[in-house]
């Protein structure tokens, strides 16, 4: 997905006064309250966001990844808003998080039930002064680039993704879109993995997909019957896992009974 995002004053990984972060923190903080921030995050975005109707496709992981790349380099009172929205406590535990992570992601490409790649980078247009540290301890996911030739940067933008999504995000951004651009936040994710209990090609078949509660298209649909992990309870919606080869990811779907999805919000609060 794509996140831009705009900073008072770009006091962001620049020379003024904001300490760098040192490449020596590496020790990951406990596993439990990284969950439990990053979980809470995604909850809290996905409350707001909701829209009132209609289809809906978000990934707050991916916005919550990119915006650390922000948080980083911050300082003042854009540092302290990253902090509380982010659910974060200081940089030496967020930077341990974030390689964490990075390892983990690096350790499954060669996974041979199925590959997952999360790209996360920073644009700064090539005017804005860089603290030579910072592309020290963020590798590659720092990088100025010419926002006053949108053609070029955004080509190069699309390049990156491209690549890094196996050719499935061939075009990301439109050159309008980083015109006037200071910096601009990019996070690109690939999945590709195998069902633990595969679907038979010949059981597809034609059925409605509703985009709305009044209007349907048809479309080609999976079917298979088997034995899955699966709640039907009081709650406002039935939950049902899937698990990819090698048991260790899994589809998690929840269908909301009503089919409006704002009524199981309120679910995860409890």
Same mark, same amino acid.
């Given at each position: 997905?794509?996140?831009?995002?705009?900073?008072? #004053?770009?006091?962001?990984?620049?020379?003024?006064?904001?300490?760098?972060?040192? *490449?020596?923190?590496?020790?990951?903080?406990?596993?439990?309250?990284? &969950?439990?921030?990053?979980?809470?995050?995604?909850? !809290?975005?996905?409350?707001?966001? &909701?829209?009132?109707?209609?289809?809906?496709?978000? *990934?707050?992981?991916?916005?919550?990844?990119?915006l650390v790349l922000a948080y980083f380099g911050s300082r003042g009172n854009t540092k302290a808003e990253l902090e509380q929205v982010l659910r974060l406590t200081?940089?030496? !535990?967020?930077?341990?998080?974030?390689? #964490?992570?990075?390892?983990?992601?690096?350790?499954? $490409?060669?996974?041979?039930?199925?590959?997952?790649?999360?790209?996360?980078?920073?644009?700064?247009?090539? *005017?804005?002064?860089?603290?030579?540290?910072?592309?020290?301890?963020? !590798?590659?996911?720092?990088?100025?680039?010419d926002f006053n030739r949108p053609d070029a940067a955004a080509a190069d933008i699309n390049a990156f993704v491209n690549a890094e999504t196996r050719g499935k995000?061939?075009?990301?951004? $439109?050159?309008?879109?980083?015109?006037?651009?200071?910096?601009?936040?990019?996070?690109?994710?690939?999945?590709?993995?195998?069902?633990?209990?595969?679907?038979?090609?010949?059981?597809?078949?034609?059925?409605?997909?509703?985009?709305?509660?009044?209007? *349907?298209?048809?479309?080609?649909?999976?079917?298979?019957?088997?034995?899955?992990?699966?709640? !039907?309870?009081e709650k406002p919606a039935q939950v049902l896992e899937m698990p990819y080869r090698g048991d260790a990811v899994s589809m998690v779907v929840l269908l909301p009974?009503?089919?409006?999805?704002?009524?199981?919000?309120?679910?995860?609060?409890?």
């Open positions: 997905m794509r996140v831009c995002v705009l900073l008072p #004053a770009l006091a962001l990984l620049s020379r003024a006064s904001c300490q760098c972060l040192s *490449s020596s923190d590496t020790s990951p903080p406990p596993r439990l309250p990284i &969950l439990r921030q990053t979980t809470t995050f995604s909850l !809290d975005l996905l409350k707001k966001a &909701l829209p009132p109707s209609g289809n809906f496709f978000i *990934s707050p992981f991916s916005v919550w990844s990119a200081n940089r030496e !535990d967020t930077l341990a998080l974030f390689r #964490a992570l990075e390892r983990r992601y690096d350790s499954q $490409e060669a996974n041979q039930n199925y590959t997952i790649n999360s790209a996360n980078r920073i644009y700064f247009d090539q *005017s804005i002064p860089v603290r030579e540290c910072v592309g020290k301890v963020l !590798d590659d996911k720092v990088k100025l680039i995000i061939p075009k990301l951004i $439109e050159p309008s879109f980083v015109k006037d651009a200071k910096m601009f936040l990019t996070n690109a994710v690939y999945f590709k993995g195998f069902w633990k209990y595969p679907f038979k090609p010949q059981r597809t078949h034609k059925d409605k997909f509703f985009v709305t509660p009044e209007e *349907s298209v048809q479309v080609d649909m999976m079917t298979q019957t088997g034995r899955f992990k699966y709640v !039907d309870s009974r009503s089919g409006e999805p704002r009524r199981w919000t309120g679910w995860s609060d409890a």
